[in-house]
């Protein structure tokens, strides 16, 4: 085909010119008032039949190029009737439109099978995509053009489907949007609601072809990827740039993106059930969809005071399900995406947390139930999650348990975060006085639940971190809050700095190390030998 092509290429741009020559011809009736409308549409059926019935009397001869020269010619005369008496001049209605548009394409998709004529098809579509750009109509018959092209689009790409020629939905695709373009900028459409026309109608083709290109994929052997993922991509791009320009001075562009990063990744997820293998197709949707979620998400509460609380709990949910997706699936790589995103997470929240409001409940502020409060615990409870339950199998045990004990220990620092903007936001809240003294309790509380840790999963790293927090309180202690006046509460501040470093010493004389551990039970092995 490839072959005929390079052969014949300069008759097809020849029976471009003669369709051209026509269409001029029948705007130059128009012009000087010649004919009448209805004498026009008469010749424009008569003509084209005319060319239709002597490529079939060609074909009959065997002489198969002039016959689908001829026969592609005919068709694109009658498309351009079809133009002329629905889109150009509203002399026919949109039902008209569509039973004669129906009628035209299902007599060529007919002829082409009978005789696979490929050639015919690209000539009847290019004649059928050029009428209504060539005549270029004075009213703006928008839905009778939408008919039209969805008729033309649709036995097109099923004939490309049913010949493998695809060829006719290169030329569909491109032609639409073009056509679509031209459209836009000739009428100079008023976009002044977000349910525009302009808007519906790329909303209808992008839907379309994405509907069409998997459709197209699956009935060709289960091929996802080659042209229709390209065509894909393209209409993603297209479409997204139209829908920014369109609807951004009403809703957020995030709400566009969002909804097509869903349909992309609904789209990776069925053709993986399809297919059962991570093809190019599947990463490239799943991949594509994902960051388009993503980007649309980081958009959400844009210019509210809330938005880095809103932020958190959303980017700490999609960690949770890139997790659980990751389990579910055996995806290793995924559960890597899931630890990095809850770490960023929490390093942006310990950046921003300080000038976020709190997001108090019932208008009082109750330490530890606050919106903000429980943006750290959900950070932490999915960190310690992931230290139990996050391993890698290719790699080794021993390197498994360091990533552990890593996710457990920046845990705990979001445990400590969390005491120390919770006190010092009720200090600031009641106007009380204290608080360098009250965070030194606070943190030797957070060592003691170190230590604490640290007991309960037989780790010797939760020991010595609780023992740097508290050798840094009791620093801090010597040399800044002993500087301060002497108050009843400085007294009872140190008391209890006291009371909780016994608990501690106590913790750490009954401790017991896996070394230790093994040791004991090796010395009972021995005096039972005994």
């Known amino acids: 085909m490839f072959q005929r092509y390079q052969k014949h290429w300069p008759s097809l741009l020849g029976a471009m010119f003669v369709f051209i020559a026509l269409i001029t011809l029948l705007k130059y009736s128009l012009d000087v008032k010649f004919l009448t409308d209805t004498m026009k549409i008469g010749a424009g059926l008569l003509a084209g039949a005319g060319f239709v019935l002597a490529g079939l009397r060609f074909v009959l001869k065997s002489n198969s190029l002039i016959s689908e020269l001829f026969t592609g010619l005919g068709v694109a005369l009658l498309y351009m009737t079809c133009s002329f008496a629905g889109i150009y001049y509203s002399l026919w209605d949109p039902m008209v439109v569509l039973l004669s548009m129906i009628a035209v394409t299902a007599g060529t ?29 004075e009213t703006d018959q928008v839905f009778s053009l939408f008919l039209y092209l969805l008729v033309m689009n649709a036995a097109f790409f099923y004939i490309s489907v049913l010949k493998s020629w695809f060829e006719l939905r290169l030329i569909g695709f491109i032609g639409t949007w073009f056509l679509y373009t031209v459209y836009f900028i000739l009428f100079q459409h008023h976009v002044d609601v977000f349910w525009s026309k302009p808007f519906r109608y790329a909303l209808a083709a992008y839907a379309f072809y994405v509907i069409a290109l998997f459709y197209t994929s699956y009935k060709n052997r289960m091929r996802f990827d080659g042209l229709n993922l390209y065509l894909g991509i393209s209409n993603a791009v297209i479409f997204g740039l139209w829908a920014l320009g369109l609807i951004t001075p009403f809703v957020s562009f995030a709400v566009p993106l969002f909804f097509m990063g869903a349909i992309y990744v609904g789209s990776a997820w069925w053709v993986y059930r399809l297919l059962h293998v991570w093809s190019a197709s599947v990463v490239t949707k799943l991949t594509c969809g994902t960051l388009l979620m993503m980007i649309a998400l980081t958009q959400f509460g844009k210019g509210y005071a809330y938005k880095p609380l809103i932020s958190v709990y959303l980017w700490v949910f999609i960690a949770a399900v890139i997790l659980i997706i990751a389990k579910w699936c055996a995806v290793e790589i995924l559960k890597g995406v899931s630890v990095a995103l809850w770490g960023c997470v929490g390093l942006y929240w310990y950046v921003v947390t300080w000038n976020t409001p709190r997001g108090e409940w019932f208008g009082v502020f109750i330490p530890f139930f606050n919106w903000g409060a429980v943006a750290w615990i959900v950070i932490a409870v999915l960190g310690f999650y992931m230290s139990l339950h996050v391993d890698f199998r290719k790699l080794t045990q021993s390197s498994n348990v360091m ?6 220990l920046l845990s705990h620092l979001v445990v400590g975060g969390l005491l120390t903007v919770q006190v010092q936001s009720l200090f600031e809240e009641y106007d009380w006085h204290g608080l360098v003294l009250t965070l030194s309790i606070s943190w030797s509380v957070y060592s003691l639940l170190l230590f604490l840790w640290g007991a309960y999963s037989k780790q010797r790293i939760f020991r010595i971190f609780g023992t740097v927090v508290l050798c840094l309180v009791a620093g801090k202690t010597i040399l800044f809050d002993l500087a301060e006046e002497a108050t009843i509460y400085k007294v009872i501040v140190f008391l209890v700095l006291g009371a909780i470093c016994f608990t501690i010493s106590y913790i750490n004389s009954i401790w017991k190390s896996p070394s230790m551990q093994q040791k004991e039970g090796e010395d009972m092995e021995v005096k039972e030998g005994q």
């Open 109 to 137: 998709c007919v002829y082409a099978i009978r005789f696979h004529s490929r050639l015919i098809m690209s000539i009847g579509l290019v004649g059928g995509l050029l009428s209504p750009i060539m005549m270029q109509p």
């Open 403 to 408: 990533i552990s004990n890593v996710l457990s």
